[in-house]
């Protein structure tokens, strides 16, 4: 069965770093997202993508966040200067049609900044 | 979004139907009804999605009352590996964003 495949599975960065969390969604599906939990909470959408573009993003999603999509396969979050409440575990998701439904998700990153 | 009450937690023999209930009384007439589930910390998993007819695929299957305003997901053969957190979620199809709440967490004993 295709997988959402997410790279690295645990990262532990200094507060104010950068990080760059990748993700290779499912190759024909087109549209993406990522979500994160922080640890005994819930799981919180942060944003999706589709066609090159932002579609819909949450209040969580600042401009301390950014995704993109640098060639065909991967798809990136990256968070420009992390802070101590960043620290969570990150999904990335695909699907190959709009809509909440048959979403494939991956086994996550877990962030800890120290 | 319409919101969705779950119970926090439940208990299911193995080998006996799971049967989890969600309120949604909100719902508006385009809204879908989802269910994922959270294996401990994996990523979520879709289950079973519907508007408002009955639907069965090989995992689950999903009652959706004529009113609309509630909703019951059926494993009809627990297992240990469905011990998990099950969420109930209420959408339209015209977003692709989920709202998770804090979902049912299902023990399944054996």
């Known amino acids: 069965e295709p997988e959402v495949t997410q790279t690295p599975s645990h990262q532990v960065t200094q507060m104010g770093q950068e990080v760059i969390l990748r993700c290779v969604p499912i190759?024909?599906?087109?549209?993406f997202y990522w979500y994160r939990q922080i640890l005994g909470q819930k799981v919180e959408f942060l944003v999706s993508f589709y066609n090159n573009e932002i579609s819909e993003k949450s209040e969580i999603f600042d401009d301390q966040f950014s995704v993109e999509r640098p060639d065909g396969s991967n798809f990136t979050l990256k968070i420009r200067s992390t802070k101590l409440e960043d620290s969570a575990m990150y999904f990335c998701?695909?699907?190959?049609?709009?809509?909440?439904?048959?979403?494939?998700f991956g086994s996550g990153t877990r962030l800890t900044v120290v | 979004d319409a919101k969705t009450t779950q119970p926090t937690s439940m208990d299911c023999a193995e080998g006996r139907a799971a049967n989890l209930p969600c309120n949604h009384s909100?719902?508006?007439?385009?809204?879908?009804v989802y269910w994922y589930r959270q294996i401990h910390s994996q990523g979520p998993q879709y289950i079973i999605h519907?508007?408002?007819n009955n639907e069965t695929n090989e995992m689950a299957s999903l009652i959706i009352t004529e009113d609309r305003k509630s909703s019951t997901l059926i494993l009809p053969h627990a297992t240990l590996r469905d011990t998990a957190v099950y969420y109930c979620i209420v959408g339209s199809g015209n977003t692709g964003k989920l709202i998770f709440g804090q979902g049912t967490t299902l023990q399944v004993k054996p």
């Open positions: 998701a695909s699907s190959e049609v709009q809509g909440p439904y048959g979403y494939t």
């Open positions: 909100t719902i508006s007439g385009n809204e879908y």
């Open positions: 190759s024909n599906h087109l549209y």
């Open positions: 519907g508007l408002k």
